[in-house]
């Protein structure tokens, strides 16, 4: 079919010039593919450009310009192609790819997936616009992360620090408390050098279902940080392709808080799972090879894209730390989006079904818990000086309760060794007492670390074998009962 | 020329009709920024093109020059103690131009072109130059000396040189007439394309070991100056720790150190460490012997692809001046994602999960160009490469981790529960190998004695006696087994925990010199054969236990600092005394 186009003349003011130039819109389309329309007889459209299209009835929908063949391009539509058909649109090119307009005033505000204010205050006045897309940090600017923020959760502070400038996940499953953890970690963490004028929350909220975002909106109103919380809510009933634009949205926000206005901010994003899989959906429809269980194969550089804008740089003094959370499908840790998100971010917090069970929280499953930026972040100066060596012991001591609990399934609690035993007690106590700990419950860090070793105490002094003598000698107190 | 100009595009690949000028890898830039990319594909409708920048933007109808050559790296002195991106655009420069975020389209030369550097000429008026001959050296930092060497396509008489002085990268410094009367003005940098192995005068085999000063991989899993060895592991595991460590402590001359896809703060780690490391040979900040390349994972995704070759071909031209060299790539498998992407992307028919059917053959391509050999300038030379790699799932068996395999030598398998229990370095002793004790034995005979490949022996076979033993204690618990099979497992439990593991944040024990590995190992050797002895007799295991000296064996790497090993004889003296007093 042919497409006619309709032109006007048109006068615009850019960079400071009368320039006239023509606006066309381009009547209907080529082709309709899931969230994909093929236009024909194209001229003039660069790639990643923004265009609009307008149907008959008068709603105007966005879509991004991602494959251009000559005057034939595709166009991925943000609020679906529902009602979209061969004849009844007129599209017109924007000019400029995805931008996210932004200005101080945005603290507080809730926008949709695609960062337009869905609170009824109205337009955002931008200071100034933004690429959605970002630019990569280059390496030499980044400042090495080394400033820890307190959580007040005893795993997290003593066994996975997390640093001011990281991004940690959370590796939840359906139905587990990752919610709750990261409401709690909002509401407690103490960031050094952050106070009430320079700390705020950036909440991207992809495919999760309404009481989720409800939740988290009334937890944060509770705690009183709601008026410096920015969210960007695409709900699970809202369009797929736009959970595609939520997270470069919301990291764009971020990022002019950060290094323009100098805030230290925190990102939450949940779930990268219904991300991925809106990723997935894109690209089967535009007919890509796919890579592991159908995700494509640039998966990684994708989500790569989203968590490396986690960080600090040289030229300001904020910070975008990240957390995003994701529900493993399967509880499988070795299924892709988990897979690829851990070789991407700097450790990972997992949450153990078993331990949920059985009723702790946060059920923080801890061998598998890592934060890769934690080494440089704590010990004298920063948290105490016997952290690292509590913490390497407590890893290894647990990992051997591990081992104990195996075997005792095999041949029965009463015929392990004494040591074993000792072992299986340790294991009690280390879940029930220092995994375990209320949701409202803030431990500073010096009583994560003294109950580590009061805990570790219970174990005869050879089984420490990670810890110099003369750190030994300071902190564990002679065989004493603990309960 | 001008005329060729952008018809598609998709993601980093664009496409040129009818465009004929253009050869296969030739390099060219695209847009009105002039992006950088290169030819991966012509036929006679299309030219394909990788852009290794960002092609948001870009138009159809845009401008695509060519450059009439392939893709390539400017060498010359400058590359020491630099980081920079993926096809050898300096980060700092970048920095400067375009700030805390990169650019795109930032044409920065590779070197910095107004440092005057001090030149020695090595060459007179009429001597003759073949190619990859020295002609100039200049300090380039203090513990690397660069020697300016002859383009290796290049040949002929030298008819005029300047005085020794202080001159720029791109000023002329000698001329050389060819054998067919043409003159070459000779400067201080070469061009070398990246996807063409440098050439050396004869290859040798690999019989000096890389040391590194990490137990597990210096004595069980040896790899040579040369030598290629591969460190796959899931997530977590320690690949970007080991390459750390070493990166820091392996006695080459000097060290590429690739970040091919990972994490932007790791970089920054390095880049902050290393230059507040001193590097204990030299008493130097090991930045003095180090060159990066950061291609992290949000930078261009082509660009990633092209990281390893001029890592490579940088590593290969400092092995042309006769330095040891040895490259870390992190990680080959990001590297390998890169191809399928692209490869995607031009819709070829995949492979194995969806990685194109070549990259075998392109792995085997990166691998073969280490070595160590005879170079062109005279001396010796090695490229030593280690690639970590990423496997998906930590399974062992996806295709970048076994293609790898088959084309590395030396294989150091991270493992998961290893580190799950903090056991670092967490290669694991069973699934790890290395195939280069034939080729390394002599050296170690020589250097250390024939008592060292013996303890190695010995360790690899109690540990390996100690993996079946576990699967009998995994059934039935340690008590049942006879005291001399819990001995093994004692020991096995010594060298695990007070040999093999090893804790880089300790100031002692972060590097450990051969001579103390081999007393190391002399010394748990000795106990275990002295408490043999003591089992033998029918003396309960348990009595040997309560003496503690295995538990003080274990902390023996603490205990013994490295420049005091006459400690190790009074470790077997009381050995001796203890275990006597049991006989007795």
Known sequence: MTIWQRSTKNSARCCGKEETYLIIDYVGVKEINGSLVVMDGIKGVSNEEIVDIKLENGTVRQGRVVQIDGERIVVQVFEGTGRISLKNTRTRLTGHPMEMPLSPEIIGRVLDGAGRPVDGLGDIFPVKKANINGTPINPVSRIYPKNYINTGISTIDTLMTLIRGQKLPIFSGSGMSHNNLAVQIVRQAKISGADSTNFGVVFAAMGVQKDVAEYFRKSFEESGVLSRVVMLLNLSNDPIIERTLTPRCALTVAEYLAFELNMHILVIMTDMTSYAEALREFSSSKGEIP?????????????????????????????????????????????????????????????????????????????????????????????????????????????????????????????????????????????????????????????SLDLGWELLSTLPRSELDRVDDAVLDIYVKDKKEVR | MNNNVIFGINGPVVTVKNADCFEMLEMVHVGEQNLVGEVIGITDKLTTIQVYEETTGLKPGDPVTGTGAPMNVLLGPGIIDNIFDGIERPLKAIEEQSGAFIGRGASVSSLDSDHLWDVTMKVKVGDRLEGGQIYASIPETQIIEHRVMLHPDLSGKVIEVKPDGQYRVFDTVAVIEDDLGQRHDLQLCQRWPIRTARPVKKRLSPTVPLITGQRVMDTLFPIAKGGTAAIPGGFGTGKTMSQHQLAKWCDADIIIYVGCGERGNEMSQVLTEFSELIDPKSNRPLTDRTVLIANTSNMPVAAREASIYTGVTLAEYYRDMGYHVAMMADSTSRWAEALREISGRLEEMPAEEGFPAYLPSRLAEYYERGGRANVLSGGEGSVTLIGAVS????????????????????????????????HYPAINWINSYSEYFTDLDPWFIENLGEEFVEYRNRISAILQEESSLMEIVKLIGSDVLPDDQKLVIETARVIRVGFLQQNAFHPEDTYVPLEKQKLMMKTILHLHSKSKEVVSREIPISKIISLGLFDKLNKMKYDIPNNRLDLFDDYLAEIDEKLGALLR
């Open chain 1, 291 to 447: 890579g592991r269980k159908g995700y494509p194969g640039y998966l990684y550089s994708d989500l790569a894209s989203l968590y490396e804008r986690a960080g600090m740089i040289k030229g300001s003094t904020g910070s975008v730390t990240q957390i995003p959370i994701l529900t493993m499908p399967n509880d499988d840790i070795t299924h892709p989006i988990p897979d690829l998100t851990g070789y991407i971010t700097e450790g990972q917090i997992v949450l153990d079904r078993v331990l949920q069970g059985q009723g702790f929280y946060p059920p923080v499953s801890v061998l598998p818990s890592l934060s890769r930026l934690m080494k440089d972040g704590i010990g004298k100066g920063y948290t105490r000086e016997d952290h690292q060596s509590l913490a390497n012991q407590l890893f290894a001591s647990y990992a051997k309760v591990i081992d104990a609990r195996a075997l005792a399934s095999v041949i029965g609690e009463e015929e392990l060794s004494p040591i074993d035993k000792k072992y299986i007690e340790f294991g009690r106590l280390f879940e029930t007492r220092f995994v375990n700990q209320g949701f409202t419950e803030n431990r500073s860090i010096e009583q």
């Open chain 2, 391 to 422: 496997p998906q799932g930590s399974d062992f068996s996806e295709p970048v981790t076994q293609n790898t395999k088959r084309f590395t030598r030396v294989f150091w398998a991270l493992d998961k529960s290893l580190a799950y229990a903090r």
